[in-house]
């Protein structure tokens, strides 16, 4: 049961938030103004402050509990809404800042999501888990972004 939660968690997580980095760049370049280096730059605080955190809250996910971070990600949800009130004038420490708790809920979801996965099965099938696991993630983003997609499709129109 861990593992199908987990990785319906994973899939439900990447196939959510996936699509907000493709947003926010094209938020930074078209409405901000910023040039591709800068909103890189701009964008970068996200994956390193996951990369920072992620170790750790994989190990508070061995000493805690299993399952605690799929309760708490409801809670970290809450790092996509303060993207949802962005606008021309919105400044670059409150979009950095809002990135930052955006990686923040993203290292204390990814490494307890995989921790559960492999601790819930047996040591010959982490080849197999790892590689479901990555299945989810990747099929997650793939369906963000046809989210996306239909999006800016039905609110921009086609281009002919």
């Known amino acids: 049961m861990v593992l199908t939660l987990s990785m319906l968690a994973a899939l439900l997580n990447y196939s959510a938030t996936f699509a907000a980095a493709f947003f926010m760049s094209l938020y930074l370049q078209n409405?901000?103004?910023?040039?591709?280096?800068?909103?890189?730059?701009?964008?970068?605080?996200?994956?390193?402050?996951?990369?920072v955190f992620s170790p750790f809250a994989g190990k508070l996910s061995i000493r805690s509990s299993r399952g605690w971070w799929l309760r708490q990600d409801g809670f970290y949800n809450i790092r996509l809404l303060l993207l949802s009130f962005l606008d021309k004038g919105t400044s670059v420490e409150y979009i950095v800042a809002s990135l930052i708790i955006l990686g923040f809920g993203f290292a204390m979801f990814s490494s307890p999501n995989a921790n559960a996965v492999m601790s819930s099965v047996e040591k010959r099938f982490y080849g197999v888990a790892s590689a479901t696991l990555g299945t989810m993630r990747l099929t997650g983003q793939m369906l963000s972004m046809g989210i996306a997609t239909l999006i800016v499709a039905v609110y921009m129109g086609t281009c002919r």
Do not use: E, R
Request: glycine share 10%; charged share 10%.
């Open 31 to 51: 409405v901000k103004g910023f040039d591709p280096q800068t909103a890189g730059l701009i964008m970068v605080a996200q994956p390193v402050v996951m990369a």
